[in-house]
């Protein structure tokens, strides 16, 4: 039987045009190509999933395609595959949070003064570049400032700032923002297309939110929720019931017992939230952000389309959000602290939410509303 290429992998993209989400790396490094003012260390910051391999891939495709060097590599050519595979001589994929020694630097120094074998340049992109420290961090600076000239650099990292300060003032330096859920549901649609895969809208914009602006992760949970329902069209409830996505109408439903002082209907909403398999801690981050999103309808109502909620949603937003003052929401935020600090504690969940809810209401009574 045939092994199915994983979409992650399968729709990754192979040229600048293709990434999603990401329009000023996008277009520093189309321009910086075509002027011909690629510098030789970059940094690339941001969030898992984002694309900061697949750029630093495609770069180095563009530079050393055989048919370029040129904006879109051809894929097919010996290097191209190599470096699309991370498997080129040339293009050295190293993972710093696991070869931070400094004898690794050492060796890397020694390597990048032997020229390209076959690409024209040779690339070093060192994943999670801040994990280096100390000496081998010290190594490194002195690496990335004077390499040869066939030599570029790409650090790449989820925590910029703890690079040091004299590797960062080597480096141009290009973030990568979380991708619109709106961009991300684009992507889905067209994928969905190519695979002949029948959806409901709604059901492939859960998917598309539940990624929280990741391309990759929306791409597995896509797969995820296809070994789910086979052949089956794409629907709401299954891809909830795959992904353990808690239907939100379940979070205003809470927050409008909460605030009737309706105990019981709390203990039975959550308990039912527990049981479709979400964990707590899930549930907590949810429960911030529902609440986020409250104070959000509250204070700025009229650019809640900026923040890509839907028609539906900034309507239930700002029902309830009216219901509700503003200090009252923070009192609750406040109040879900406890139950942050209580998991981490490993204090049984069940007890941590009811005191929530419990401490909620006698606060709104003592509001008086
Ligand atoms: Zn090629």
């Known amino acids: ?92 994929e190293i993972d710093a949070a696991s070869n931070r020694g400094i004898e690794d630097i050492r060796a890397l120094n020694k390597e990048i003064h032997h020229c390209p074998i076959e690409c024209r340049t040779k690339y070093i992109i060192l994943d999670e570049a801040h994990s280096l420290t100390g000496i081998a961090a010290e190594a490194a600076l002195n690496m990335v400032e004077e390499p040869p000239d066939y030599v570029r650099f790409i650090l790449a990292t989820t925590e910029a700032h703890l690079l040091k300060d004299t590797i960062r003032s080597r480096c141009i330096t290009w973030k990568f923002n979380k991708v619109n859920w709106t961009e991300i549901f684009s992507h889905l649609k067209n994928i969905c297309a190519k695979e002949e895969l029948e959806y409901d809208d709604n059901a492939l914009k859960i998917i598309a939110k539940s990624a929280k602006g990741s391309v990759r992760d929306s791409l597995q949970n896509l797969q995820t929720v296809l070994n789910y329902v086979g ?30 002082s309706d105990a019981p209907q709390c203990y039975i909403i959550i308990n039912n939230i527990f049981k ?90 003592k509001s008086g509303k």
């Open 1 to 92: 039987m045939a092994v199915e290429i994983p979409f992650a992998i399968k729709y990754r993209p192979k040229k600048l045009a293709d990434v999603i989400g990401q329009p000023v790396v996008v277009q520093a490094f189309t321009n910086a190509f075509k002027n011909n003012t690629m510098h030789h260390a970059y940094i690339l910051s941001g969030n898992y999933g984002t694309g900061k391999t697949s750029v630093s891939r495609i770069i180095a495709a563009m530079e050393n395609c055989e048919k370029g060097p040129t904006l879109e590599p051809c894929c097919e050519c010996n290097n191209c595959k190599l470096i699309f595979e991370g498997k080129s001589f040339d293009v050295k």
């Open 276 to 365: 479709s398999g979400k964990e707590a801690g899930a549930v907590v981050r949810d429960l911030y952000g529902h609440l986020n999103n409250l104070l959000l309808a509250k204070t700025c109502k009229k650019n809640l389309p900026d923040f890509n909620f839907t028609e539906d949603e900034i309507k239930k937003y700002v029902h309830q959000s009216n219901k509700i003052n503003g200090d009252y929401i923070l009192k609750m935020v406040s109040l879900l602290k406890d139950v942050s600090l209580g998991l981490k504690f490993n204090l049984d969940p069940d007890f941590l939410f009811n005191t929530f809810f419990i401490e909620c209401i006698v606060a709104n009574k």
């Open 231 to 260: 052949n089956e069209k794409i629907l709401v409830n299954p891809v909830k019931e795959a992904l353990g996505e808690v239907d939100q109408q379940l979070y205003f439903n809470l927050i409008d017992a909460i605030f009737r």
